[in-house]
């Protein structure tokens, strides 16, 4: 396997004496984070570009785009005989690291609902993580798919992670985490966008460098050419602080040339207010003298009715749709009082003393209560004549286990003449 060079360093050496600070400013005000901080940058503003399409190659290299400076602006077109449909299909997935590689890999090959799509906008993609056998998730799937594919680094993570992926046997080798944009298709003015973080991500127990981002690719799809945009939003931060993140994603696309847009991802809709665990508790209790059951029901599946209500009305606003682009009201991430697993990871940040109270909320509706978090938007896009959008779950690998903590939602889109 190719290493992507713009990617490599040797900042764990100095792993030991970040994980020290216990917030971004005292580590920022160091002497040693100033010694690093060029390399931290390099790595953090970084986009790896591949084009691994059998059809559609055109080269096979790395690109390093800063931002929305020097972003990749070759002049790309697939033959003009690539394909006779109008219809595009789409596929947006956190895949949760990608630590079920084989797993997600055979799903993404033969499975019914995911197979053969035109672009996959996923999120949680790692590199040289030890919870994900130090795969370079991205490039691997691209490969094994055969497809063309941008990967957008988002944090450099100082430690194996937190839950269960403390315990994993081994090291990181990279410490990159990150998103990513495939496509059958050559992809160009491919670039990504910062977005601020919703809390201190040196606070805590999982301590890592960056922030999230935006990554933007425009598709030369022989149906006519749209922009594709990967997006996932702050879990642990307010509900304002996921409008914001948004904002920032569409002012952004403003300033672009007009194509047709599709933007999906992990929008951690969750409803709560999570930047710290009081927050997140006083978010809870508010939910139970609401009633459990009528928030389960009506605001969980449904975050823009009311919770969430502001980043789904800028979404509106600016003259993109999600309505009609979502299976509306079904759940993409499960929450099951008897994993143990989803129990361990939430003791990370939830006081013990609050689970017996989380486990009485949970039974009085059966023990599972499902949230829609993963969405899709967009402009100058229609849902694909004789189609509807698709939740896909129940992934599992051949041994049983899920591939994912989150759902897939697909969609088959054409483009709307202008």
């Known amino acids: 396997m190719k290493n992507p060079v713009i990617l490599d360093h040797d900042l764990q050496h100095s792993f030991p004496d970040l994980l020290k600070f216990e917030s971004t400013m005292e580590m920022e005000s160091s002497e040693i984070y100033h010694r690093i901080k060029p390399e931290v940058e390099r790595i953090l503003y970084a986009v790896v570009q591949e084009d691994l399409s059998e059809s559609f190659a055109v080269a096979d290299g790395l690109s390093l ?37 084989e797993g997600i890999i055979e799903s993404l090959k033969n499975h019914d609902g995911l197979k053969d799509k035109d ?70 003015n491919v670039h990504a966008i910062p977005l601020p973080n919703g809390k201190d991500k040196m606070w805590g127990k999982e301590k890592r460098l960056g922030h999230l981002r935006a990554l933007f690719a425009d ?14 939003l702050d879990a642990h931060c307010s509900r304002a602080h996921r409008h914001l993140q948004m904002k920032i ?25 999570a930047q710290n665990a009081t927050r997140a508790i006083l978010s809870y209790w508010r939910r139970v003298l609401m009633g459990v059951k009528n928030v389960v029901k009506n605001h969980y599946p449904y975050p823009d009715r009311y919770f969430e209500r502001l980043l789904f009305n800028e979404i509106e606003s600016r003259g993109y749709d ?43 509706v059966g023990g599972r209560v499902s949230g829609r978090l993963d ?44």
């Not at 929305?68 to 790309?76: K, P, Y």
């Not at 370079?136 to 944090?155: D, M």
């Not at 009609?324 to 940040?349: K, M």
């Open 65 to 101: 785009a800063g931002e929305t400076r020097g972003a990749t602006n070759i002049d790309l077109q697939p033959p003009a005989n690539a394909g006779g449909s109008d219809k595009i299909c789409a596929l947006a997935w956190n895949i949760e690291r990608g630590s079920r590689f």
């Open 119 to 188: 672009v996959l906008l996923l999120t949680e993609l790692d590199y040289g993580m030890a919870r994900s056998e130090n795969r370079f998730v991205a490039q691997e799937l691209a490969r094994e798919l055969k497809l063309n594919y941008a990967f957008a680094p988002v944090y450099i993570a100082l430690q194996k992670g937190s839950g269960v992926e403390s315990q994993m046997e081994g090291e990181n080798t990279k410490s990159i985490h990150g998103l990513a944009l495939f496509s059958k298709y050559p992809m160009k």
């Open 219 to 232: 598709i030369a799809h022989p149906a006519g050419e749209f922009r594709a945009v990967t997006i996932h």
């Open 249 to 273: 994603i569409l002012d952004h696309l403003d300033t672009l040339s007009r194509l047709p847009a599709l933007i999906g991802g992990d929008w951690n809709t969750t409803t709560f207010n």
């Open 322 to 364: 999600y309505k009609n682009l979502n299976e509306t009201g079904v759940g993409t991430i499960h929450y099951d009082v008897e994993s143990v697993e989803t129990n361990t990871n939430l003791r990370d940040w939830v006081p013990e003393w609050c689970m017996p109270f989380i486990f009485w909320a949970a039974r009085r």
């Open 375 to 418: 969405w899709f938007a967009g402009k100058d896009i229609a849902i694909a004549p004789g189609t509807k959008p698709r939740t896909i779950g129940n992934l599992t690998d051949h041994e049983g286990i899920r591939l994912s903590d989150h759902d897939a939602i697909t969609l088959d889109f054409t483009l709307s003449k202008r």
